[in-house]
């Protein structure tokens, strides 16, 4: 083919020169180094000796829609007597135009594969959340997949070098010994539909080519495939797809619902591990104890190797692996361009900052994590002319052969992208093997090393953390992670001094505590504590996330790609203390085997039970659990049981101290039996009847509310704002309506979708059998209404609780909802980008705080506050304290001077100023008494609960750009709307399975509903 080179002989001096071992060369193979290094020479192309299938060879180019995006790895398909090709599932090739398989289709070729050939095996390896299967496929040649057990033995070995005595003579045996596992996942995002149908012919390929490139993979590479990874939203895709097939000349629904709870955000959740994908995924990865995680994604043209990327790099990472990056980043745009495939690039604008993404379980946990975004055509299998812009065509250093302004584009094309480049990969990675196996071995190490190099040594969280139900919550995630965890037997004391980190002590939240900490020369921690050592394997991804992030806003990448903090202790409102002293190390601790939780039960006698409120997500799923118990919430503190409760405290009634013991053991709380209730004025708790509302125009955010009300066993209807359009009468079915942050803006959550074009149905039909599962609707375009307005409004007037969140509460406040609060999103770019900021309690009476830690840390989208006025239309908004005054003489403190005018008489001057607070509403004036009309009633009023605090302490972990406009605003709002309440968030308290310490106040609004004016205090006008 034209323009392009055939040339070879420069391959293997550079993949030599590549892989410099830092030790001492390898010991010898044998006989089968010579041959070994004939594979790894081997030139890309079809083995002439090999027939190949002449049908789907001649289908691939009918469906590749130009030449040069082709390569001599996949413009053939080698034929085989005995192995079906996909054909034999699909009827038609890999990345056939209009042909989208199933999960049960990919799933059914995969394992008709490992029928006919001992050189492919299929692993279950798990069920997603709506119980579809999720598969691993393994590949390699017939003597590596017989001893997979023994070399899986090795790979243990060289991922925990603490097994051998950390001996490098001995890892080097093991690694010349030992072969490597590449790992590749397709599909995580269901709109990405191509990678399916290429892991199919991938496989098919590195089972059966007999070509000296693909031998060279097969007999030193185990390859694992995880076609589909979000499996739910991959059958509602290929629904969403028949459905448009079958509708040619409509428009047809975006994919509304991706897996069970969340669409794109599925690739957020390696941190928190809440979604069965991630699990899955990381449990097999580890299993396998894989070398490189290469998930496959589609979007940007034509193949962008995002690994490499752009700063800031994440700052808990071995070097080692970001110069892995590099090289097979750099490999793979070089092979790629050789071969004439325009548009291959690796670096680019993705930071590689948050550990967030599914891919970066590898990096976190001693592997090479890689990502590529192929060309995709949005979900669709269809082939397209696709015109790109300016800036995906534009020639750069780093992108020499950008993509063509203007191609016909199918998947087919897609499909040869990603097996090219796996293929690339994989050669590469196999060729070089025993360097990147020395790697991660060395990565181990040093993972073990860290806790006496660059620190800390580990991580302590007290026995006498104040909420234990959310220190447990935070540690099974270190768990479900693979870190190790011990328990210390005896109280200890370490050297905690560490000049200059302000922030090494999640325990201390204002800057005079911090200093102080940071003053302390020891600390003591008593007998129970767990501690976190940093000298394991997987040490990692623990400091990762219990650490600190810094985002400078001089930093040169400007558009941060997701959240830039989510140190978890803050997030979850837990203590840990980052101690870099290696005392730690020689405590006395055991290891902890067990899934941790919190301790519970019932102490003491009596038939009344006192819970003290902690915050815990527990006390939730405590009162819908025991429904027919008589639950009351303490509204101030007391003493009882020889302990002082804070308010929110639980006086359970009407309830066995059995029953009680056995759910308060599950749920760690710890009830004390009294004979007598408290005298301390209380109001029942009682089972909200709870509404999640949502939109037909994004599901993603509320995802994450409906999955921790799900884990918190809190009965809830999901409903959508169509639902709120018909029901006239809410207040019949629901006391609560949780609305989270939702797809659309103000006006369209009321107007919907344009109607000028056909409906669009989101259900179950015979058509589209994995739809609707959720919530369905003949037609998704009609938003609320006014109708849905009204209904909203009424729901409150008679005394229902709407709560609202950052997009709706802008939604609540414009339209009359919340009187006298407005919305405030800061001016300037990049503000705040996914940063948790400190808050402090404006008033703790208020139910909604009940539990909550003052001076928590919030995650902050964007910066949005609250302002909030006595009046409507707005008031004086309260100052951050700075001194305002006209233009005139004098300084900023003086007063101006009228010229020619004798001195003010003391009648004729202006009250003195009344300090007002950024987060309060300034006093109603005399003025404004004039005429009240537009005075809010003061029992209606906002009513501020939760603030940010001072700007020198505003920024908890990520970016922070200024934020004098954020500081000191308020956070939270409640505000009466005759007999109800509407509760806004400028914060999201519900988000990725993180925010566990902001979890209370939704409960709280639950569980007070008809009673959040508990503990107010009314203004005299
Ligand atoms: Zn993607």
Redesign the pocket.
Known sequence: MPGRLRSWNIVVPLALAAAPLATAPLPAQGPAVSADAALAAAKPGRDPAQPIDTGYTRRIHEYTTESFFLSPLVDYLPASPTVPTPMAVLGDIAGARDNLPYSRDVYAYMRLLASKTPRVRVISIGKTEEGREMIAVAVASDSLMAHLDANGVNLAKLADPRSIGMNDATAEQLVSATTPVYYITGTI?ST?SGAPTALMELAYRLAVDESPYVRNIRDHLITLITPIVEVDGRDRMVDLFRWHMAHPNDTYPNLIYWGHYVAHDN?RDAMGLTLKLSQNVLNTYLDWHAQVLHDL???VPYLYDNTVGDGPYNAWLDPLLTNEWQMLGWNNVQEMTRFGMPGVFTHGTFDTWSPGYLMFMAATHNGISRLYETFGNGGTAETMERTLSPDETSRTWYRQDPPLPRVMWSLRDNNNYEETGLLVSLNYFATNRRQFLENFYQKSKRSILKARTEGPAAYVFPADDPRPGAQAQLLRILQMQHVEIARAASPFTVSVATPGARHADSTARDSSAKHAATRAATRSFPAGSYIVRMDQPYSRIADALLDYQYWSPDDPQKQPYDDTGWTFPENFAVRAVRVTDPAVLAVAASPVTDTIRAPGGVSGSGSVFVIANDGDQSLATLRYRMRNARIDVAEAPFDAAGQHFARGAFIVRDVSAHSLDDATRALGLRASAVATAPTVAMHPARAARIALLHTWQGTQTEGWWRQALDFARVPYDYINVQDVARTADLNAKYDVILFPPAGGNTQSIITGMPMWRNPMPWKRTALTPNLGRLDQTDDIRPGMGWDGVAHLQRFVQHGGVLVTVQNTADFASALGLAPGVSTHHPSGRNVVVGTLLRTRIVDDASPLMYGVPDSLAVYSEEGETFGVSNTLGGGRRGSNGEATRPTGRGTANDPDVVQGRPALAARNEAPAPIDVKPWEPAPVTDEQMRYPLGIIPPAQRPRVVLRYTDRKDLLVSGLLDGGSDVAQRPVVVDVPLERGHVVLFANNPMYRGETVGSYPMVYNAILNFDHLDAGRIVAPR
């Open positions: 995002h990405e690739n994604h589609e979007s």
